[in-house]
Structures are given as C-alpha cells and as structure tokens.
C-alpha cells in the first residue's frame, strides 16, 4: 500500500474565541475548533459537514490563515505554514485560495470586475498590464460571463454571476487548493447547478484540490470524494463519499443522512429528526459531545470521550460503540426514476446536447 | 362562525381562480392567471426558483400584499365559502391569525423581539377567541408543549433572542396554530435550518396538521421537501403555474420542461453521476417578463410557436402543463431517436 500524496494537513488545531469578559473571573471562552486533525490528499474533493456552528467555517478560516489558530499546526506540502511571515506567506497565499459564501460581500464594490480579478496576479507580479488583461479576458470566459463584463461593478451582477466572479478571482494565479465555504448554498437551484457543475470543470482542468463546505448533503453526495463529518468542533467521522452515505459508522452521520429529504415520492419513511437541540458549544458535554442526542449512548459515552480512531484507509470514526453498531444508511438499491421521468430527463439532455453541441458548455448568461 | 354547514364533501377549502398581480411601474403580471384548489386536511406544495412569484401568491391569499404598488388585477379566492378577495378588511382580520395563518423563513418576521413568547401567543388567541388571561395562557403554554419545545413553561417567560433559530421557527408555528385553522401557509418555512432541524420541523407540521385536519400550502424550492409533504404540487415560473398535479404524477410523469429542467439541476442522492443537466440562464426580471411563453429564452424545447403563451392544459387525473409540445416524446419526436435519449433511456 502507498502512502497517500498530502496536500495539506493539520495537527490538533484548535481555535477559540472569547465570547464575553465578565467582571470577575475568567472570560467566557467558545471551542469552535476543538482538536481537529485532516488529511487532504492531493487532486481530491473534500467536503465538511456538520450542524450550524460547529466549526467548519472557523476550520476552513485556519487553513488559509484568514484567521490564526490558538493552538495546532497546518502543514501545506508538508510544510508548516503557521508561522509563515512576509514573503513566504505571500507566496503560500498564491497556491491557497478561498472562496466566500457570500461573494458579493468579498468583493469590494469600488473596483471593477477586471481589477478585482486582476488584483491577485498584480499582487503576486504576474505578467505584464497586456497579458494580465488577457488573462481576466480568459478568466471571465472561463466562468461562463463574457469579456466586456471586466468594465462593470460587482452589484451590476446576480447572485450566481458574483459567484463565479469570485471563482475567477480565486483561480487567477493558478492555485493548487481550493478551499470553499458553502460556495452554492446562497444560490437558487438551476444556478446552484450551473455553478456546481463549474466547479467540477475548473477543478480538473486546473487539476485542483477542492475542500467544499456545503450543508445541502445532495451536493456534498455529487461532488466529494471524501467527506468530514463535525460536531461541536471536532471531526467525528471521515469516510469515502459513497461509503459514509450508505454505510455511516457514527451516529451523528446516520442521523444526519436520515434528515435528508430524498426528492423521490414514496422511497423514505419521513424521518423524525434528531432529538434534542444542538448543545451549548461554550459548555459541551462531558464524555462523548454527542452523547445528549445519541440513541445508542451508554455509561462509558457519558463519561469518556472516543477518540478518532483509524478504520481504513482515509477513513476514521470517534465512537465508542461502532465497531457494534450497525447504522442505517442511503439504500442505493430503491433510488431509481420511473421510466416516464426517466424518458423525460433524456430527451431534456439530448435537447439540450443538439442545440448547443455536444459538450453541454456552461452557458452565458444574458446580458443585464 | 364560518359556515361548514352548508358545505359538502366536494367542497374544497380554498379554491383560487385566475389570481392576477401587477406592480406600479411594472408592465407584465408579476402573478399571472393562477388557479389552484385545496382540501381539507390536503398539503400542496408551491415550487420554483426565487422570483416566480410564489410568496406573492401566498401574500395575496393573507392580504398581506402591499397594495400599492401592488395591485390585484383579476381573481377570486373562495375560502370556506367567502371570497377573501372581496370582504371589508374587518372580516379579513376575524379570518387571519384565525381560522387561516401563516409563517415565514423568518420567524422574526411575525414574533416581536420585545414580548415574551407566550404573550405573544396568548395575545393571538385573545384576539379571535372570547378567553379570559388564564385561558389564553394556558392555550399558550398547551401549543409550546405540542410544537416540543423543552421546557415549555420556562419558555413562556423568555423574548424570541433567547431561543435558536429551530426553537423560534417552532414558537412561530405555536403562534399560527394556536387558533386551530383550517389553512396554513408557510414561506419556506425550513430553508434557513440545519437539516436536522429541517427535519424535525417538518415532522412537526406533519403530526399537527394530521391532529387538526388544517389544510397546507407550503412554498420551498426543495424538491425533497416536496416529495415528503405535499399531495399536489404546483410549479410556478415567471409568475405562472407551468405544471400541477398530484406529488407523484408530477415526479414520475414530468411533463413541463422547467419541471424536468428543476429535477435535474438538483443532485439527487444517487450514487455518483457525471455533470448536473442544468437549465441555462437565469429567471426574467420583473421589469422585463417575456411575452408568450415566459419560459421560451430558457428552453431547449423551443420555437416559433413558443412566441404565444401555453395554456395550461389538463392531462387527465387533475395533471396540468402549460407547454405547447408535451408530452415531449409527441411534441419532439425526432429527438426520440437521438443517441443521448437512447443512451438514458436504456
Ligand atoms: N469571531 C468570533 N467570535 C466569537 N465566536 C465565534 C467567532 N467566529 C465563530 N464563533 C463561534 O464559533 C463556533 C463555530 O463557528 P463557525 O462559524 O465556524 O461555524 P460553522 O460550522 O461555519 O456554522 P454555519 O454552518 O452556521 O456557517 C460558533 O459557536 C460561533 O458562534
Ligand atoms: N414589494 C415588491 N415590489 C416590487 N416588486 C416585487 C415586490 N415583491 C416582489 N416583487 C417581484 O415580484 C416577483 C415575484 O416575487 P416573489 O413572489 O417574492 O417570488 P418568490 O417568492 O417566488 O421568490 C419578483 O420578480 C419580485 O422581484
Ligand atoms: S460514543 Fe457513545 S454517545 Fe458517542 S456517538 Fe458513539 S455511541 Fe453515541
Ligand atoms: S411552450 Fe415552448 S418554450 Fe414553453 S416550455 Fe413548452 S416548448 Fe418550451
Ligand atoms: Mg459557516
Ligand atoms: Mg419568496
């Protein structure tokens, strides 16, 4: 067996904020990112997922240094790039690029669109003013708008335009990792799509590695390789995409795979939900932090915590019991179309195939 | 109270015909021509991308719009036998928060951030029923208690800041339901959740509308949500209902192309498949709605005939499509035999 090729890694990362300062005592801390260790391999898609303030912005944050670890190392290229200063860290910054959830608010709205996407290769003394001009020009086709759009402001553009506005900009000086926080989830479906499918062009055309954070599990299910699964600051679970879908090994993931509303009528019993309310992530629970809402805890989950503990390759899981847990996951068996849908849906494809060729190219967008 | 008495089992609760709404300044119907009709104890489900007209719709049916700019131009809404359309706003005001509600993405929306919870609720229940504080309070408390907040006598002390946004979402339904009505509309009522709490939400509405026999019409963009909930669905584009029809005869028969276009943009859970087929482009803006069919500059399906506008035909089994070649496999037959039809289809 190879050792895989990491691109990126971190070690017992934690980061903690200060909530509030009382008068006496010491200030109120939150965990958000409580001991997280991640193996990103190189070339592949890797999603986080987890409930609403788990961490997993805070986490992404970190790896690009948009903000500073308390503790715990990142290594990029197995180089620890968390006391990088200067020009090192300028040079880091290049191959590691972030995308916004909200680009529109990463974006500053005094500067053109050419000068925003040219302002990274400018920062890093790419090219001269002709070929960096040509490279926006070339950025912006890419993305799926058109040339002339370099002249205009980001509010002349929707919601899913911006993205990719933020997409270009992040691609321009040829990064080798991608790190995205919820880049679709602002967007509406078929725009949600054109962008998805963007993404997964961009990501082998410059041979990329792509960390995605997404909280719609369809998407994470289509585009990862691999997936994360966080609760309260901490990983609970990797797995290969497929495998942590069908076959979870925690019971957060299974519960939270039971939640997804599956859009095929009839294929899933409704699920009730987990129990309970997220915990306080300033006082988590002793033991196993899921333990509250876990319907397989026991007296050793209450007072032990499970540590993250390697099953496979590229795969762990932090839970006491799992080795005797058998959870329920996706039946992929059950899932398919009926012939008429499915009739429909290749006719649609094909319509589109034969009016504008074979590729099915993301389309530009008409002119606003 | 509302008759009921003189109405029969074919009598639908809520029956809208031809709901039209423009703006000032705005050339086209921003709602154009919609229909629809629901029973008791039914879920109908309002889909489409946002900007179709959707909330409008569900704002014109509270009397919520905001008039002006809004203007109804044409429409009929036959709520228990009363056209909510055409009643003196007093007798509007009996009927909401009453025996119709609704709730939003943003529970903040209807709760106020300076009153307590189950003040709030107990004030809404005060208005409509003739309660003294006691009864109203224990009404309050009995609706947290079934919408599962923990807790609940604690709760009812507590301002909307000091619940999660789950919590909130969950206060705001006990407040719409309190009255028991016979409809509840909600605006996307999950989409700001985790699906965790989606989930739970959704199991909620469930459990109550199966208690209380109300009707529902939920708006959402998620097609997951829809094949859980609803009995019919309507999907809406540009402002139009361009298919209905019961859940699973929209979901296994899809007829209009925006419907199939909106499935497969959506991943569907299934192990991994190559690129979403999406639909190009983007929805028209208000100020600049199509003539014809609204859907045509999207289409792959298009042509010349498109430049009139579909109407919205009924297949037979309550299954409507405002498209002028479906069935596709009929309206582009020499696609029938193109290599990616037969590629799928196998
Ligand atoms: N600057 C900050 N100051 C104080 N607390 C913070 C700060 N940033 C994040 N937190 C807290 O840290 C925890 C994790 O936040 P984070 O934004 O990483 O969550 P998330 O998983 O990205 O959530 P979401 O899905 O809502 O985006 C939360 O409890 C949050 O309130
Ligand atoms: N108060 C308003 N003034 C002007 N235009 C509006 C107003 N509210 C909605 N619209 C327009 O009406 C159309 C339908 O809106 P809406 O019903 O909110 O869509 P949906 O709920 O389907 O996302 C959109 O084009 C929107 O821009
Ligand atoms: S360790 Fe115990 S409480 Fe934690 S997930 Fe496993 S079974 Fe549940
Ligand atoms: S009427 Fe024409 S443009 Fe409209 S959906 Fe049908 S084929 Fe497409
Ligand atoms: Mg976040
Ligand atoms: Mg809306």
């Known amino acids: ?368 | 109270m509302v008759s009921g008495a003189h109405m029969t089992e074919s009598t639908p609760l809520l029956q809208v015909t031809d709901l039209s709404i423009r703006f000032a300044g705005v050339p086209g119907n921003l709602v154009d021509g919609v229909s629809l009709t629901l029973n008791a104890g039914e879920t109908l489900c309002v889909v489409g991308e946002s900007g179709c007209g959707k909330s409008l719709t569900a704002l014109a049916l509270m009397g919520l719009l905001p008039m002006p700019p809004a203007r109804r131009m044409s429409g009929q809404a036959i709520f228990e036998g009363q056209d909510l359309f055409d009643m003196p706003l007093e007798a509007l005001k009996d009927i909401r928060g009453n025996r119709m509600a609704m709730i939003f993405q943003e529970p903040m929306t209807s709760l106020n951030p300076a009153i307590k919870v189950g003040e709030q609720i107990a004030e809404a229940v005060r208005r409509h029923k003739g309660v003294n504080r006691e009864q109203a309070r224990a009404r309050a408390l009995e609706m947290l208690r079934r919408v599962r907040i923990p807790a609940p006598e604690k709760r009812l002390d507590e301002y909307p800041h000091q619940m999660s946004g789950g919590m909130r979402q969950r206060a705001m339904i006990a407040m719409a339901l309190a009255n028991d009505p016979a409809l509840l509309i909600a605006d996307e009522p999950t989409t700001a959740l985790d699906v965790t709490v989606q989930a739970q939400v959704l199991d909620l509405m469930r459990t109550l509308q199966r208690e209380t026999n109300a009707a529902l019409i939920m708006i959402t963009h998620d097609l997951g949500v829809v094949a859980e909930m609803a009995d019919t669905v309507v999907v809406m584009y540009a402002g139009r209902i361009v298919e209905a029809g019961p859940v699973r005869k929209v979901f296994e028969d899809p007829q209009h192309p925006y419907t199939i276009g909106l499935m497969s943009s959506m991943p569907d859970l299934g192990p991994r498949g190559g690129r979403l087929v999406t639909i190009p482009g983007v929805v028209p803006p208000a100020d600049a709605m199509p003539e014809g069919c609204r859907f045509a500059a999207r289409c792959p399906f298009a042509g010349a005939d498109c430049a009139a506008a579909p109407p919205l035909r009924d297949l037979g089994d309550r299954h409507r499509v405002a498209c002028w070649r479906a069935p596709l496999e009929f309206g582009a037959p020499d696609l029938a035999a193109h290599p990616a039809a037969q590629g799928a289809a196998s």
Do not use: W
């Open chain 1, 1 to 368: 067996m190879t050792t895989p090729d990491l691109i990126l890694e971190t070690r017992s990362l934690r980061r903690r904020f200060v909530t509030r300062k009382p008068l006496l005592g010491p200030p109120v801390e939150v965990r958000a990112v409580d001991g997280v260790d991640l193996r990103i391999r190189r070339g592949e898609t890797f999603a986080i997922v987890g409930e609403s303030g788990c961490g997993k912005s805070t986490l992404a944050r970190m790896l690009v240094r948009l903000i500073e670890p308390s503790e715990g190392t990142v290594l990029f290229e197995n180089r620890n790039i968390t006391g990088l200063r200067g020009e090192e860290m300028r040079a880091m910054r290049r191959d590691l690029q972030f995308i916004f959830q909200d680009p529109f608010a990463s974006l500053n709205p005094r500067m053109t669109v050419g000068a925003l996407i040219e302002e990274p290769l400018r920062a890093h003394g790419l090219g001269g003013p002709d070929e960096r001009r040509a490279r926006v020009a070339e950025l912006l086709e890419r993305v799926g708008l058109l040339p002339q759009h370099a002249d205009r402001y980001p509010h002349e553009f929707s919601g899913g335009q911006r993205q990719r506005i933020g997409i270009a900009r992040a691609l321009a000086c040829a990064p080798k990792l991608v790190i995205a926080d919820e880049p679709v989830s602002a967007l509406d479906v078929s725009i949600q799509a054109q962008v998805v499918n963007l993404l997964q062009d961009l990501k082998d055309e410059f041979a990329l590695t792509l960390i995605i954070i997404a909280h719609d599990l369809a998407v994470i299910r289509h585009m990862a390789d691999r997936v994360g699964v966080m609760y309260l600051g901490q990983l609970v679970e990797v797995a290969d995409t497929d495998t942590l879908f069908t076959h979870p090994r925690h019971p957060y993931t299974e519960a939270l795979i039971s939640a997804i509303p599956v859009p095929r009528v009839g294929v899933k019993p409704p699920a009730h939900g987990l129990q309970g309310e997220p915990p306080n992530p300033i006082a988590p629970p002793a033991g196993c932090r899921f333990h509250p809402r876990c319907p397989y805890a026991t007296e050793l989950c209450r007072s032990t915590p499970p540590p993250l503990t390697r099953l496979a390759a590229g795969a762990s899981v932090a839970c006491h019991h799992a080795p005797d847990l058998s959870l329920q996951g996706l039946n992929d068996t059950g899932t398919g179309r009926s012939p008429a849908a499915e009739r429909r849906f290749a006719l649609y494809r094909a319509m589109r195939e034969q009016r504008e060729g074979q590729t099915l190219p993301v389309p530009p967008e008409p002119e606003i």
